[in-house]
């Protein structure tokens, strides 16, 4: 499987990008959030890469960073969820708004998105919920919808280390936050996670 691909950025629109290295183009599709991130075209890019593999086709969709990666995977998991549409939802809205709606249940918002009907989206709301809670609290915590705290993302790092699961070090961190919006840095972030949890 091809991870990522590095070199020099031959073309680019909204929607894909061609990636030429070591003398081989390389057709890339991508969300409208990687375009924004792309140098122009000439320049050396490098995009993280899900290559998806058909009878009939093989594919690379192209990302910028790894939480667009990861969402798009966690997207195209879900029962009739392709790439395509996942795409789409992906430039629907900022990661951190995509986050916080499927956390929340609001099919409704995604919906709205060209190519999501109603059962899709009541579908992603279902099966993703718990798999978001980590890049939603961390754009609640950022204060932005398109952000991603550094210090949520740190937090539920240092609460792994500590022992702690992916999944519990994300609600014990969404909790530190829904109770205490101010918390400004990662100690005092785990120091109430902590405490909290002896409580």
Do not use: W
């Not at 950025?9 to 990008?17: G, N």
């Not at 081989?24 to 792309?38: A, H, M, N, Q, R």
């Not at 667009?68 to 951190?96: D, M, N, Q, R, Y």
């Not at 993302?153 to 919006?181: C, W, Y």
């Amino acid at each position: 499987m091809i991870a990522y691909v590095r070199g020099i950025l031959a073309e680019k629109d909204p929607t894909r990008v061609v990636v030429e290295a070591a003398g081989v183009g390389y057709e890339i599709f991508i969300p409208v959030s990687t375009y924004e991130k792309l140098p122009r075209e000439g320049a050396e890019a490098k995009l993280l890469t899900a290559h998806i593999v058909r009878e009939d086709d093989e594919i690379l969709f192209g990302f910028a960073t790894e939480t667009e990666k990861e969402l798009f995977l966690k997207l195209t998991a879900v029962s009739g969820v392709g790439p395509k549409i996942a795409l789409a939802i992906l430039s629907g809205a900022g990661l951190g708004e995509l986050a916080m709606c499927i956390a929340a249940g609001d099919a409704k918002r995604l919906s709205a998105i060209k190519g999501v009907g109603k059962k899709t989206a009541e579908k992603i709301c279902v099966e993703l919920r718990d798999k978001v809670q980590n890049l939603a609290l961390a754009a609640r915590g950022a204060g932005k919808a398109g952000d991603v705290s550094p210090i949520a993302a740190d937090s539920i790092a240092a609460l792994r280390a500590l022992g702690f699961n992916e999944e519990t070090s994300a609600k014990m961190v969404t909790d530190v936050f829904a109770q205490n919006p101010d918390a400004d840095s990662v100690e005092k972030v785990i120091r109430l996670a902590l405490a909290s949890r002896s409580s």
